[in-house]
């Protein structure tokens, strides 16, 4: 006898969790071993290649349950919060097996693209412990404050006794900013913690949910003195950030260059990975005389260049942009002009690129499609791309290639150590 027909618009009854045996096939792009079942993959959080598990599976997700063969690149974590915090994803894999996974992710990217005898250099890594800047969430639940990251596919704060990521200087100001906000913060409340370090020490901003009151300011003020803050700021009900406390520039160059970075501006991750990017720029770099520096921030790499070539910056974040204009005129850099533009809006048209003989060019996560259209059309002879993301880059770098650029070479910068996250530089010429 048939069964009763499924109502119309019913989604089908999703399949009962299941506890089985697993071989873990590889890593994933996420940092997530991934074995196959009944033909399809399952992810499994916390395993590695060529490890057997027990697991819970549900749907497409796996929570091991007992490793029954470990992988002999298994390490002990270093952080009693690993699993839980959604930090890092690969603090159980030991490092030279780590640094290949981000390679790895490098040359699948390109190889998806048709590029894959590109040259893809070793990963130039950052070490734990070297984190300069960090997002972190707080909200007062239940009489206790929690401050740290989110957990893992979760929106649950996971309250953060230690983080070998972060420099030694951020990770001792997560107790004394516990304190801190749970006076700040109402009864339910959240916020969000931007932390960012250099030379001259440590910028600190709060995004409240709500304007702090004179008795607050005073706090935040006192806090500032008392942990020898550089800068600390506020801001609340999208406002724009607003200083409680300037004591000092937090000391950073881009060259020789010094640079104020606005309040939440952008910072490359860690000196080590910044220095390596750098050193790649100029290299790749040197000889060209006039350079447009696209997406350009506060200037990072085009500054660098120093007095080698005439710059022009283009960034759509004026504050950025401002900072950038000021550091060039307090270092006497006259060569360096700047331009406010949304590049993904109105990117340079080839007729303008004609008078560059290098450009380069360092997008946000979702890549510069529209600029690299015209890049491609142009006659540029050296393009440098720099990029957060290895997906967008190679399918920018394939409009470049069939445009009748060459990409030399990539080189993989690790700057967020034990996550599945990598950056690159990498260098095109026109054929």
Not at 203 to 230: C, I, N, T, W
Not at 313 to 324: H, I, R, Y
Request: charged share 20%.
């Amino acid at each position: 006898m048939r069964g009763r027909p499924r109502p119309a618009g019913r989604k089908p009854d999703k399949a009962p969790a299941r506890e089985i045996e697993l071989y873990i096939d590889k890593l994933g792009s996420e940092g997530v071993g991934v074995a196959r079942l009944d033909g399809k993959p399952v992810l499994v959080a916390g395993t590695l290649p060529g490890e057997r598990v027990r697991a819970r599976v549900e749907g497409g997700q796996g929570a091991i349950t007992q490793l029954i063969e470990a992988s002999t690149d298994r390490i002990a974590p270093a952080c009693h919060h690993f699993g839980s915090c959604g930090g890092c994803a690969l603090q159980h894999l030991a490092w030279e097996p780590y640094l290949a996974f981000k390679r790895d992710l490098v040359v699948e990217a390109l190889r998806r693209q048709g590029l894959g005898d590109v040259a893809v250099g070793a990963t130039a890594a950052s070490p734990p412990g070297s984190r300069r800047r960090a997002t972190l969430e707080a909200k007062q639940a239940g009489g206790t404050l929690l401050l740290g990251f989110h957990g893992r596919s979760s929106h649950h704060i996971v309250d953060l006794g230690e983080c070998p990521v972060l420099l030694p200087e951020l990770a001792a100001l997560l107790a004394p900013l516990r304190k801190l906000l749970k006076v700040l913060l109402p009864a339910g409340a959240g916020a969000t913690i931007q932390l960012a370090a250099g030379p001259g020490g440590v910028d600190l901003g709060l995004m409240l949910p709500a304007v702090p009151d004179m008795e607050q300011l005073e706090r935040l003020s006192a806090f500032a003195e008392v942990k020898d803050l550089a800068r600390l700021w506020w801001r609340a009900d999208g406002m724009a950030p607003v200083p409680a406390a300037q004591r000092r520039s937090i000391g950073l160059r881009f060259g020789t260059v010094p640079v104020d970075p606005p309040s939440g501006g952008f910072l490359q991750a860690t000196a080590a990975g910044e220095a390596v990017l750098t050193a790649a720029v100029v290299d790749a770099l040197a000889g060209a005389e006039r350079v447009a520096d696209l997406f350009a921030g506060c200037g990072t790499f085009g500054l660098a260049l120093g007095q080698r070539a005439l710059l022009h910056a283009v960034e759509s974040d004026p504050a950025a942009l401002g900072a950038l204009a000021s550091a060039a005129r307090r270092a006497g850099l006259g060569f360096v002009s700047t331009e406010r533009r949304d590049l993904d809006a109105r990117p340079l048209l080839v007729a303008e690129l004609k008078r560059f003989d290098a450009v380069l060019f360092d997008p946000p996560r979702a890549g510069a499609r529209a600029q690299v259209v015209n890049l491609a059309a142009s006659s540029v002879p050296t393009l440098v791309g720099v990029s957060c993301n290895p997906a967008t880059f190679a399918r920018d770098a394939r409009i470049l290639v069939d445009g009748g650029y060459r990409l030399e070479s990539v080189l993989p910068v690790d700057q967020f150590v034990w996550s599945p996250h990598v950056e690159l530089i990498g260098r095109f010429s026109r054929r």
